[in-house]
Structure formats: structure tokens, C-alpha cells
């Protein structure tokens, strides 16, 4: 049982609790300890075999009985009886995005609205109008809610569902027989949302495989369970297929069951022109059906005159057209990132202090980071002002002295204001290594104003960063309205970098806006907004997300090294 499936039935516990109006102080301890699981950097599991869930903050003995159950049986025995008394469509109310506990409620008691379809059947009927709270425009943007949720149907984020295909591959790999296992699909392309989870195998045992993979414990459902071929639905709602295949055809099945569509259908017209025949089983001769390639994905693109494409570049978006004029990009890796320009602490609402964020930080090889906190304004909690940061950075500044080979830089995430100013004077910002400037508030404003309003603070001489662009969240929140071309001239003029936010929530920008950020000649930087340490680790998505963009290391700032960055940063 992983941590945030533990945080989400804690956090649906508190759910229920408010559609029934409970006790606010009992709902709110429901939704800290949800928070704080969460934000672990450690397996709920061990901290319970080492008992010590009640040394996290906001668990007390109750709570930690209720996670320890939740762990053993996956669930716990007031929720399941709550669960019996709150019908179950009003707690799917809560998915529309803009729905909460008290609105989900009053629909509920007001107008007996269970359902999401009823919901929307009275919204269209300009029903809900005229109930406390509730205006035309609630209603219009309940209607907006559910169609993004019915678009977002059925896929998972790819953060969620990449270290799900990981944990199977991990473990069927030690299945006796299995010489290779990997992952196919959309997961591989590193989609941003995932349909299924494909995974292939060779083995010389497949029943074996076969009888291991539906027997795994996050299994729900077996939906097929065949020799060589098996489905199941997993507890987290995805379908996972494993397919054993014959060794001699594994590059033709990885292939075809990588796709995209649209890319093999391209490689499958190439290759007719040419006399042959791609299938799952290989290339063939289409006169004599002579097998030509299929071992390796190499030796297949070889038959067509192609070198290998890297499988985030298979969307048929170019990307055959630049392997037949040897324009292939040389996309960036993981290993080209010197360091992460978004990082928050306990200054802020981080949860590590710089001093533990630094230490994680180096532990994975970087040479910098920048400590970007919240200001203050907005209402947001423990922002800072401009104070704060005269003391921080003397903390950064006492830190440094003591590192080598790291450096610490200052840094801010300031607020876009809804007028475009920045919460904090330009005499403030000046003094600091690395703004980034992010929207956090204010997101429906009309194209118009958001975008005038960003393209204002892009213009400020002293923002270096563009923070979470677009202000998606994935499955949550639409992009804001921009104009983005506008905002592309803009921070190309000013020198302003983009962000790729590795947030598996936002991946913000996305492969398609970073691609244009790329074209448009405006410098990447690839962050993950580090509230909690193990969230280090989501950079491989950002990295993902711009390789689906086509960036190479020199399109991102955070590659380079301490010395030339500090200089660009200056301009
Ligand atoms: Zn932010
Ligand atoms: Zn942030």
C-alpha cells in the first residue's frame, strides 16, 4: 500500500464527513494527516513496522490505528460504514472539478441530485441557479468541470502510472524463465496521461508468467487470464495487459504495441513502398514472406532506411521526416541536469529546511539549486517578506561558506498579482539570484487580461523564470486562456525563461507548448518544485515532457554549468 493511496482514503474519509456536515476540527485532522502522508519522503509500511506513525505531525493514537488498518486491509471499519450511509454518486460529485463537500451537499439535501449525469442534466436545466451560493455562472462552470472530467475518463497521470508499470516489471522479472521485460505503450512514449499499461515478455515458461502477474496484490479484477496473454484492473483503476512474445519478434511487438498509431502507420506505408510488411510478428518480404527483421527495434527501422527513433518522438509530428534527413534532435537526459531552480523550504511551505533540501540535492549528483519560497501576499501561508529574505539569505549566504563544489542561490517565487505587478518592490527582486514568478490566483480571468497580465510580469527586469506557465492541473484545472504566442514573443524579447514544472500534477508546460517555447527560441528550464524531498525525483517527468518536445541540453538553462548559468541568470 503505497502513501497516497493511504492519503486518499483519508482524504475521501474526510469527504464524506463534510457532505454530512460533520465536525469540522474531526474533518480538518482527517485531511492534515492525508497532507502529511503524502509528503513523506518513507513508505507509511516501514514508518509502521518501526512504529512510529505518531512521531509524523497530526497523528495521534487514533489516527494511527485507523492508517495502520488501512494498510493491513486496505481500507478501515468506520469508513467502509460511512460509505453505507452517504450515497456513493454524491461522493463522485466531488471529482467535478469547482464541486465541494458543501456544494455536493446542498445539491444532494436541496434538489436530490446522486449522481454526476444529474448533475449535469440540472445545470443544463439553469436548476441549480438561485440555490445559496449559486449563480449562472457556478452552473457554466460545473458543465466545464464535467466535460474535462469525461475527456480525462479512464487515463491516469503519468506519474502515477509509470512507477505502477515499474513496480510489475520489477517484480515479474524475477519470475523463473523470464529473460526480458519491458514496458510498451503510452507509458513508454511518457505520455502525459496513460490509457492502459502494456507490458511485453520473453519467457520460456508464459504460464508462469502469466500465474505470477494476475496473482500480484495490487490486482483488483482478472479480466483475461490466457497462456500467453493476460489482463487484469489494478486497485488504483488502470488495465494491465502483459503479453509474452516470441524472442525472435520482440522488437517488432515492442514496436507495434509502443506506437503511437499514427507513427506505425507511417513506418507500415514506408515499408510497402518498399515491398515489405511490418507486423507484431516482424518484417516480411511481401512476395516471399520472408522474415527480415524483428529481433530489435533497430534492425526494423533499419529495413526502412531509418535510425532508431527515441520512443517520446513517436507521434508521427515530424519525427520520421527528420531520422530520413539525419535531423533527428538529441534529446536531453536526465543526466544533462546540473541542478533545480524551483525549490522550496520550511521557509516557506516546504517541508525540509534548506540545509536538508541541500543535502538531498547533492546526494543526486547536483551541483546547485535555487531556494525559491513563496512571497507573501494573497493570503498565502508563511510567505515571505521582504524581511524574511534579508534573514535567509543570510542563512544561504552561512551555508555556502561551508560547501564546495555546490552552490545555493537565493531565490524567490514571487506572485503574479491579478493586475500583473509582483507581490514584492523590484528593489527586493533585484537582490536575488533567481526569480521565478508564478501565477497563484485569479485563473479565470478572460485571454485578454491573463494574458496582458503575464506578459506584464515577463516584462519585469527582474524576473529570470516563468513558473508553471500555463497553470494546468492535470485532470483538475484547465491552462489559463492565453494567448501563448503573445507570452512566447514576450519572454523571448525579455530573455525570460519558460518552465517545465516535473510536478506529475502539472507538467507545466506541456510536450506541445514546450515544443512551440523551443521554436520560438525561448529558453527552457526543467524544475520540479520540490515541497517535500522524494519529490526530487519527479525530474525524470520534466525530462520526459521536454523530450516529447523535442529539447535538446542546450535549450535548458539548467544545464549548464554553476559558472555560465550565474552569467546568464545576470545577463
Ligand atoms: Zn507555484
Ligand atoms: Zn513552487
Given at each position: 500500500?503505497?502513501?497516497?493511496?493511504?492519503?486518499?482514503?483519508?482524504?475521501?474519509?474526510?469527504?464524506?464527513?463534510?457532505?454530512?456536515?460533520?465536525?469540522?476540527?474531526?474533518?480538518?485532522?482527517?485531511?492534515?494527516?492525508?497532507?502529511?502522508?503524502?509528503?513523506?519522503?518513507?513508505?507509511?509500511?516501514?514508518?509502521?513496522?518501526?512504529?512510529?506513525?505518531?512521531?509524523?505531525?497530526?497523528?495521534?493514537?487514533?489516527?494511527?490505528?485507523?492508517?495502520?488498518?488501512?494498510?493491513?486491509?486496505?481500507?478501515?471499519?468506520?469508513?467502509?460504514?460511512?460509505?453505507a450511509q452517504v450515497p456513493s454518486g454524491v461522493v463522485e460529485l466531488l471529482t467535478i472539478p469547482g464541486v465541494g463537500p458543501k456544494t455536493a451537499q446542498l445539491f444532494y439535501k436541496r434538489k436530490g441530485i446522486d449522481s454526476v449525469a444529474r448533475?449535469?442534466?440540472?445545470?443544463?436545466?439553469?436548476?441549480?441557479r438561485g440555490l445559496p451560493g449559486i449563480k449562472a455562472k457556478t452552473e457554466e462552470n460545473i458543465l466545464r468541470g464535467i466535460e474535462m472530467l469525461k475527456r480525462a475518463s479512464g487515463r491516469m497521470p503519468l506519474g502515477l502510472a509509470l512507477p505502477l508499470a515499474q513496480e510489475i516489471t520489477t517484480r515479474l522479472r524475477q519470475v523463473k524463465g523470464v529473460t526480458r521485460i519491458e514496458c510498451a505503450g503510452s507509458v513508454r512514449r511518457m505520455k502525459e496521461t496513460v490509457g492502459d499499461i502494456d507490458i511485453l515478455a520473453v519467457s520460456a515458461a508464459p504460464g508462469k508468467v502469466m500465474d505470477a502477474f494476475i496473482a500480484l496484490p495490487l490486482v483488483r479484477?482478472?479480466?483475461?487470464?490466457?497462456?500467453?496473454?493476460?489482463?487484469?484492473?489494478?486497485?488504483?483503476?488502470?488495465?494491465?495487459?502483459?503479453?509474452?512474445?516470441?524472442?525472435?519478434?520482440?522488437?517488432?511487438?515492442?514496436?507495434?504495441?509502443?506506437?503511437?498509431?499514427?507513427?506505425?502507420?507511417?513506418?507500415?506505408?514506408?515499408?510497402?513502398?518498399?515491398?515489405?510488411?511490418?507486423?507484431?510478428?516482424?518484417?516480411?518480404?511481401?512476395?516471399?514472406?520472408?522474415?527480415?527483421?524483428?529481433?530489435?527495434?533497430?534492425?526494423i527501422y533499419g529495413t526502412l532506411g531509418l535510425p532508431y527513433i527515441a520512443p517520446e518522438l513517436r507521434e508521427d509530428t515530424g519525427e520520421i521526416e527528420?531520422?530520413?534527413?539525419?535531423?533527428?534532435?538529441?534529446?536531453?537526459?536526465?543526466?544533462?541536469?546540473?541542478?533545480?531552480?524551483?525549490?522550496?523550504?520550511?521557509?516557506?511551505d516546504g517541508a525540509h529546511t534548506i540545509k536538508e533540501v541541500v543535502e538531498a540535492a547533492r546526494r543526486r549528483g547536483y551541483r546547485y539549486i535555487a531556494i525559491t519560497d513563496h512571497s507573501k501576499g494573497l493570503g498565502i501561508v508563511r510567505g515571505l517578506a521582504a524581511e524574511d529574505l534579508t534573514r535567509q539569505r543570510e542563512e544561504i549566504d552561512r551555508l555556502n561558506q561551508g560547501l564546495r563544489d555546490f552552490r545555493i542561490l537565493a531565490g524567490i517565487e514571487v506572485n503574479i498579482r491579478a493586475d500583473g505587478t509582483l507581490d514584492l518592490p523590484d528593489g527586493v527582486l533585484a537582490k536575488l539570484d533567481c526569480v521565478i514568478a508564478s501565477v497563484h490566483s485569479a485563473f479565470r480571468q478572460d485571454q485578454q487580461t491573463?494574458?496582458?497580465?503575464?506578459?506584464?510580469?515577463?516584462?519585469?527586469?527582474?524576473?529570470?523564470?516563468?513558473?508553471?506557465?500555463?497553470?494546468?492541473?492535470?485532470?483538475?484545472?484547465?491552462?489559463?486562456?492565453?494567448?501563448?504566442?503573445?507570452?512566447?514573443?514576450?519572454?523571448?524579447?525579455?530573455?525570460?525563461?519558460?518552465?517545465?514544472?516535473?510536478?506529475?500534477?502539472?507538467?507545466?508546460?506541456?510536450?506541445?507548448?514546450?515544443?512551440?517555447?523551443?521554436?520560438?527560441?525561448?529558453?527552457?528550464?526543467?524544475?520540479?518544485?520540490?515541497?517535500?524531498?522524494?519529490?526530487?525525483?519527479?525530474?525524470?517527468?520534466?525530462?520526459?515532457?521536454?523530450?516529447?518536445?523535442?529539447?535538446?541540453?542546450?535549450?535548458?538553462?539548467?544545464?549548464?554549468?554553476?559558472?555560465?548559468?550565474?552569467?546568464?541568470?545576470?545577463?
Open positions: 500500500m503505497d502513501n497516497r493511496e493511504v492519503a486518499r482514503i483519508l482524504n475521501a474519509m474526510a469527504d464524506m464527513l463534510e457532505i454530512k456536515g460533520d465536525n469540522p476540527f474531526r474533518i480538518r485532522a482527517y485531511r492534515r494527516a492525508a497532507q502529511n502522508i503524502e509528503g513523506l519522503a518513507e513508505d507509511v509500511e516501514s514508518l509502521i513496522a518501526r512504529e512510529t506513525l505518531e512521531e509524523i505531525p497530526g497523528i495521534g493514537k487514533d489516527l494511527a490505528a485507523k492508517i495502520h488498518e488501512i494498510a493491513t486491509t486496505g481500507t478501515f471499519q468506520e469508513y467502509e460504514k460511512l460509505k448533475l449535469e442534466a440540472a445545470a443544463r436545466a439553469g436548476e441549480l479484477e482478472v479480466l483475461a487470464h490466457g497462456e500467453t496473454k493476460s489482463s487484469v484492473m489494478t486497485r488504483q483503476g488502470i488495465q494491465v495487459d502483459v503479453l509474452v512474445v516470441d524472442p525472435k519478434a520482440f522488437g517488432a511487438a515492442w514496436l507495434y504495441f509502443t506506437g503511437s498509431k499514427a507513427h506505425n502507420i507511417h513506418l507500415r506505408d514506408m515499408a510497402k513502398k518498399k515491398g515489405l510488411k511490418i507486423s507484431e510478428y516482424g518484417v516480411f518480404a511481401e512476395r516471399t514472406g520472408k522474415r527480415i527483421a524483428g529481433k530489435e527495434e533497430e534492425e527528420a531520422a530520413l534527413t539525419g535531423q533527428l534532435p538529441d534529446l536531453i537526459t536526465a543526466d544533462d541536469i546540473r541542478g533545480d531552480l524551483h525549490v522550496h523550504s520550511t521557509w516557506s491573463m494574458t496582458e497580465r503575464i506578459v506584464r510580469a515577463v516584462g519585469n527586469p527582474h524576473v529570470h523564470v516563468l513558473g508553471h506557465p500555463t497553470g494546468r492541473l492535470l485532470g483538475e484545472r484547465e491552462p489559463y486562456d492565453l494567448d501563448f504566442d503573445r507570452l512566447l514573443e514576450a519572454a523571448r524579447a525579455n530573455g525570460v525563461a519558460m518552465e517545465i514544472n516535473a510536478s506529475p500534477y502539472r507538467l507545466d508546460l506541456n510536450d506541445a507548448h514546450a515544443r512551440l517555447a523551443k521554436e520560438a527560441g525561448v529558453p527552457l528550464v526543467i524544475n520540479t518544485d520540490t515541497h517535500t524531498l522524494a519529490e526530487f525525483d519527479h525530474i525524470h517527468l520534466g525530462v520526459a515532457t521536454a523530450r516529447r518536445a523535442w529539447i535538446e541540453k542546450k535549450d535548458v538553462l539548467n544545464t549548464l554549468p554553476l559558472k555560465q548559468l550565474l552569467k546568464r541568470l545576470a545577463r
